[in-house]
């Protein structure tokens, strides 16, 4: 586990094999004191690579985005690192709040540009959701527990400390489905995104998600979630080019 004390992350174990149950509700602070620029490790992958999250403005409320949850889908991590470059070029576009960016959650799967973690567990199906499934094949296993994997819960441990207001996780669909996907009370802030690049808005992705983020943190714990599909077929460049007032109207949401 990692705790969050006035702009201290301290590394969790990476040998953990415990389940990890967050609750909307923990005590504790409502979010990191950390200042803006600040960059730490909140976990560590399978393989041993660190898993970052940069702090930019402050205080509270806090939103969070995360890229690279699946690493295949190299354009999600454009993004937050399109995101991070702004905000650290232009750190007065966030205001009153803190900006907290996983830029690479899953940084072997990226590395290997896979879809899963080197486990071979897809970390969007293995999260401790109302809805998880033990199972499942090829490219979406969730593995046999909730929380097995250890990109699973640095995630979840930046939730349950910073108690983010709103979650914007990027990933990447096949060209034409491309969508402002929301769970938990997130159709504002979809169809605001929506206004910027031009996706639709959709509250079912059309496929069952179990043990998915979304359902994790938007139906259970009623976080606004924006599951942000870029399109495959457009390169990271565009994607971020095309995304980045969108992002930029969640973040400051
Ligand atoms: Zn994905």
């Known amino acids: 586990m990692s705790c969050v004390m006035a702009g ?10 415990a389940t990890v149950r967050v609750s909307p509700d923990v005590p504790g602070p409502a979010a990191a004191v950390a200042p803006s620029g600040h960059r730490e490790v909140i976990g560590v992958s399978v393989l041993g690579r660190p898993i970052e999250i940069e702090y930019f403005g402050g205080g509270t409320p806090t939103v969070l985005v995360i890229g690279g949850i699946h ?5 999600s991590v454009d993004c937050t690192r399109g995101l991070i470059a702004l905000l650290r ?30 486990n071979g567990i897809d970390c969007n199906r293995n999260f401790p959701a109302r809805n998880f499934k033990p199972g499942g094949s090829r490219a979406y296993r969730a593995g046999t527990q909730p929380a097995s994997e250890p990109e ?13 207001k709103l979650i914007i996780s990027i990933h990447c669909i096949k060209g034409g489905r491309q969508q402002n996907n929301y769970d938990g009370p997130g159709e504002a802030i979809a169809t605001a995104m929506a206004a910027k690049n031009g ?8 496929y069952p998600t179990p043990g998915s983020l979304g359902s994790y943190a938007g139906a259970d714990l009623q976080i606004p979630i924006i599951t942000l599909e870029l399109p495959r077929d457009q390169s990271g460049a ?8 969108a992002l930029l109207t969640a973040v400051r949401w």
Do not use: F
């Not at 996706?199 to 059309?206: E, F, L």
């Open 238 to 245: 565009a994607a971020w080019q095309h995304n980045r007032e």
């Open 199 to 206: 996706y639709p808005v959709s509250a079912n992705i059309g």
């Open 71 to 75: 690493g295949d889908e190299v354009a």
């Open 8 to 17: 201290c992350v301290r590394t969790m174990s990476h040998d953990s094999t």
């Open 89 to 118: 070029a232009q750190p007065n576009q966030v205001v009153n709040r803190t900006v907290a960016v996983i830029e690479v959650a899953n940084p072997d799967g990226y590395a290997r540009r896979t879809r899963t973690n080197a």
């Open 152 to 164: 699973t819960r640095a995630i979840l441990s930046a939730i349950a400390q910073l108690k983010p």
